[in-house]
T-cell receptor, first 112, second 113 residues
Framework: DVKVTQSSRYLVKRTGEKVFLECVQD?????MFWYRQDPGLGLRLIYF???????EKGDIPEGYSVSREKKERFSLILESASTNQTSMYLC???????????FGSGTRLTVV | AQSVSQHNHHVILSEAASLELGCNYS??????LFWYVQYPGQHLQLLLK??????LVKGIKGFEAEFIKSKFSFNLRKPSVQWSDTAEYFC???????????FGAGTRLAVHP
């Protein structure tokens, strides 16, 4: 089974801090994704990557950046955390759309 | 841009009742459609998918969905729900290039014994 591992299950950060959320997958998938999940809004795509060093903006990229230096790792960076970035962050990877996504367990980030 | 609407945000059913969750996407062309489920405290899992062919697709745990192109719909059904089906259900669509999915807002299903 493909495993997508997110480094932290819960994080509490202060406003203005730089925050790194890490995601690692173990099945050599080309595609990786970062979503945020909020009640009543579902999953919204922040950024995705279809290859090493390649990245594309999703629907809500403002306030975020990403890094993909190695195929298995996709990092989400909050340059200066704000309270409206308090959310559940989900990482996913995919070989191809036909196979669907494999999701990580999520990181619940609280910005105070 | 493509969008997905799930009409029911909360659904409450008794065990053995039939289930239908609505999902509509905003515009046509070639689409790939998915339903994902998130059980309490667990990660999202793929329930079923439609790519082409028979518009009635069957997934895991007795779920099925019907793709109706003329209605831009992909509704999820189960003839008889169980308490263990209590979860949040998300419809998703891929259209256009890249492998990205657009998700709906989700439907929370609570099944009472």
């Amino acid at each position: 089974d493909v495993k997508v591992t997110q480094s932290s299950r819960y994080l509490v950060k202060r406003t203005g801090e730089k925050v790194f959320l890490e995601c690692v997958q173990d099945m050599d998938h080309e595609n990786m994704f970062w979503y945020r999940q909020d009640p009543g809004l579902g999953l919204r795509l922040i950024y995705f990557s279809y290859d090493v060093k390649m990245k594309e903006k999703g629907d809500i990229p403002e306030g975020y950046s990403v890094s993909r230096e190695k195929k298995e790792r996709f990092s989400l960076i909050l340059e200066s955390a704000s309270t409206n970035q308090t959310s559940m962050y989900l990482c996913a990877s995919s070989l191809a759309t036909f196979y669907g996504y494999t999701f990580g367990s999520g990181t619940r980030l609280t910005v105070v | 841009a493509q969008s997905v609407s799930q009409h029911n945000h909360h659904v409450i059913l008794s065990e053995a009742a039939s289930l239908e969750l609505g999902c509509n996407y905003s515009y046509g062309g070639t689409v790939n459609l998915f339903w994902y489920v998130q059980y309490p405290g667990q990660h999202l899992q793929l329930l079923l998918k439609y790519f082409s062919g028979d518009p009635l697709v069957k997934g895991i745990k007795g779920f099925e969905a019907e793709f109706i192109k003329s209605k831009f719909s992909f509704n999820l059904r189960k003839p008889s729900v169980q308490w263990s089906d209590t979860a949040e259900y998300f419809c998703a669509v891929k259209s256009g290039g890249y492998n990205k999915l657009i998700f709906g807002a989700g439907t929370r299903l609570a099944v009472h014994p």
